[in-house]
């Protein structure tokens, strides 16, 4: 399946404002896909981002799937505003173990103030991919608030 | 106030297993506290625990969170079990900038199979301490499977 | 399209326990549809089921919306097993008003213990569906516990 | 402990409000206290708010609860604002039993935009006092839309 992309100017602001989130960066993930409402981030397996049984941590595996939330809220945003986490819920559904995990946010309803996304996080070992975590989350839009 | 500690014994197993969580290390996270049934965790400042406006990335936040209502779990459960992560929900309430954010994981009930805890999450900078985030965490005890 | 129906015996079980819950017949829910690791429940729009500004409350609309989880997970138990709601979350996405409202409990991974599922809850009028409501849930097997 | 009232005004109209949820009379759940940020509403048990053990549904326990959380956010609203849900999570901590159930919804952060609360359901039977419900919801004040 193609997956359809943002715009290029769209694309850029997210790339410009991940660039700017410090715990990405240290932790090794990157944005594998920037669509309209949907981001996904992909989190290569590494000694740190475990837990103490050698999964990647919880805490590792939301903060990439919050991440791809935020964004894809994000991306149906006005140019001129930014985003914040209200809240997120996430069941850990399986030990997550591959070599890396790629986290899906995907907007399911956008409204001027709060956007509400899906979240899904999937570990990838050689050809399975398999759903490790989902979740549910809030964003608030900040009008007027440039990310940058 | 002065808070009661687990025994020398508890302390060890909490010690040992996050010891081998690469992420808190990663992180510059460290146990600040180990009671029965509630467990602190620091995270001190730095670049590499940012989200894009500089405050502290809500992966982060919830992290440690996790980790600490985990191990407030665990300070709980037989010697031959191990702990894992059912679920969470966390709101972000503030943003959280600060010298440190310390979370703090405490058990609410515990059961045979699943524990609960209540997660905060507060931002210290000078002698001021803030709430910056508050959870809620499910946890499952894997009885006759030690955590090393 | 067609939805599968779970075997007679499940249907039987599921349809033997929803009688069994006051609220269900108080609020006037009804099961609408029950398949392996799915349930729908409906709920028609009356005076005793609204909030303050006359729309369903968000008590009611959770309240189908855990039972249909809850019996989507029962359908793949045991015989012999009952099922509890350990918790759930739910974003209410938008005033629920239209002539009923259906919930539809869809299991998203099955465990010998734990069942998770997703929660949504589409409002009807006329011809129009919108989804109202999302949420997931976590449920526990009880084994040897029958339902009755 | 002696609890503090709300404002004569603040309750006339938080009463007012819980008069006009259809919902709340149809279980028998009534006004317990209104504080400011605080509200409690208890539910007698009787046959029509049960599961299929005979417990309180949790749909019921989660009602009142959604409840108590929003008048505990809208005490503290302007005049002519109102208050919707904007999502919650609860987690069921013991089957739910006894003469009568009482939701507390405590406000943890209230802001312009957006208010948290912390909700607890308690079961009494007689003398004893036991939490079977803990939650924490997000609510979002509409300004210049008075509730009535």
Chains 1, 2, 3, 4 share one sequence.
Do not use: W
């Not at 398999?130 to 990310?147: E, N």
Request: with cysteine; aromatic share 6%; glycine share 8%.
């Amino acid at each position: 399946m193609e997956e359809e992309n943002a715009t290029p100017e769209v694309q850029e602001r997210v790339r410009a404002s991940f660039e700017r989130q410090g715990l990405m960066a240290h932790l090794g993930a990157r944005l594998s896909h920037i669509g309209p409402g949907r981001v996904h981030i992909v989190l290569p397996s590494r000694p740190e981002v475990t837990q103490q049984h050698g999964y990647f941590h919880a805490g590792a595996t939301s903060a990439i799937a919050d991440s791809a939330g935020g964004y894809a809220a994000f991306t149906l945003f006005p140019e001129d505003a930014s985003v914040l986490t209200v809240e997120y819920k996430v069941n850990l559904l399986a030990p997550a173990q591959g070599e890396h995990i790629e986290a899906v946010g995907q907007v399911l309803r956008s409204g001027r103030t709060l956007t509400i996304c899906q979240l899904e996080v999937f570990a990838i070992q050689g050809t399975t991919r398999s759903l490790v975590a989902a979740g549910q989350q809030t964003l608030i839009c900040l009008h007027d608030r440039p990310d940058h």
